[in-house]
């Protein structure tokens, strides 16, 4: 339930950014949506804000959203609600569909319109981070299998920042230490 949802969260950002870890900011992120499209319900929209709240209540540190699979518009709105430092999008440059290998989940192809991001972002005071060679997506362009077929990771990076990023992402697995 969102209950424990919410002290789970909270418990976590606790041993993160208070118990010496090192940690310089925290995100929130609606891990394991189960959507069919990039956008989410308006109740998970509501449910991550009671988790934002909690934690930015009893926490004094930076604060960014991711909400999953991508929905930007949900994201931004967060961020400007609750002046989040930052937003990050999963997809934002590299059109993609999903490849959740890991789930049988429903795949579905996520392409985003930069120019409607930065145009969402007037009057949103975060910084906008995004993943490039997005992990657990297959880019749409044809002929290409993977991310390191396509193009170098450089040009990826280039061309995000481009349109209108503030930093990238790189993530090749999920809960892995290096």
């Keep these: 339930g969102l209950d424990y949802v919410t002290e789970k969260a909270l418990a976590d950002a606790h041993n993160l950014h208070l118990g010496g870890r090192g940690v310089d900011a925290l995100l929130v992120e609606n891990w394991e949506e189960k959507s069919n499209s990039p956008f ?7 449910r991550m804000e009671k988790v934002i709240d ?4 009893e926490i004094d540190t930076i604060v960014g959203v991711n909400v999953l699979p991508n929905d930007y518009m949900a994201a931004l709105w967060l961020a400007r609600e609750h002046g989040l430092s930052f ?4 997809v934002y440059s590299d059109e993609a569909r999903t490849d959740f290998t890991h789930t ?3 795949h579905f192809d996520v ?3 930069p120019a409607d ?3 969402r972002r007037k009057g949103v005071n975060a910084a906008l981070l995004v993943n490039i060679h997005p992990k657990e997506y297959r880019p749409l362009r044809a002929g290409a299998n993977s991310w390191d077929e396509l193009e170098p990771i450089t040009a990826s990076a280039r061309r995000a920042i481009e349109l209108g990023a503030d930093g990238v992402v790189v993530t090749k ?3 892995v230490v290096p």
């Design 40 to 46: 989410v319900t308006e109740e998970t929209k509501k």
């Design 117 to 119: 991001v930065q145009k």
């Design 54 to 57: 909690a934690i930015i209540t």
């Design 111 to 113: 392409v985003v319109d």
């Design 173 to 175: 697995t999920t809960g």
């Design 87 to 90: 937003v990050q999008l999963n």
């Design 104 to 106: 049988k989940d429903v």
